[in-house]
């Protein structure tokens, strides 16, 4: 069974103290169980959050199933999302995109045999001046890339490897 850290509970315990209102912390909450759990959000992290933060789990539910940047599978050591808005469709993410999961042996939302990838589409990543871009998260940070081609692209991921 997922538990949190001393440190995670820590986190989310000075989360809950910036707010007025429990509810205002599940978002930051959330991030902290995805981030102790590989990068996922399972029914036990909400269940933990629950408790730790003495909110229904069905309200934390609610608000996990809602926005899309939890992950509800478990996802490689590098998530790569690709924009998918319009701005990077017109010139060429739907291309970058066949071509990260043909090189990376991988349909979208599936995790490489090495556990180390993951491609996923996301909504508008906020770029559409420097279209197409991706952001590839890891447990540690977060990195965008613009102006990718899929070679481009694919010599930022096997950097990565």
């Known amino acids: 069974m997922f538990q949190l850290s001393s440190e995670a509970k ?3 315990l000075n989360e809950l103290k910036r707010y007025e209102s429990k509810q205002s912390a599940v978002l ?3 991030y902290i169980g995805q981030k ?3 990068g996922y959000i399972s029914p036990d992290v909400i269940k933990a959050l629950s408790v730790l933060m003495e909110i229904p789990e069905s309200q934390i539910n609610e608000v996990f199933t809602f926005y899309t940047m939890y992950n509800k599978e478990k996802v490689g050591k590098h998530h ?3 924009c998918r808005t319009l701005s990077c469709m017109l010139v060429g993410a739907q291309e970058l995109t066949e071509h990260l999961c043909k090189e990376l042996n991988v349909k979208l939302g599936e995790v490489t045999r090495d556990g ?3 491609v996923t589409e996301a909504e508008c990543l906020g770029s559409c001046g420097t279209a197409p ?9 977060d990195k965008y890339y613009e102006n990718l ?3 481009s692209a694919m010599n930022i991921v096997r950097a990565m490897k």
Do not use: G, R, Y
């Open 36 to 38: 102790e759990n590989q």
């Open 28 to 30: 930051p909450a959330l």
């Open 149 to 151: 081609t899929p070679e």
């Open 10 to 12: 820590q986190q989310v």
């Open 133 to 141: 871009m991706m952001q590839v998260t890891s447990l540690d940070s």
């Open 80 to 82: 790569i999302q690709i």
């Open 116 to 118: 180390k990838f993951t």
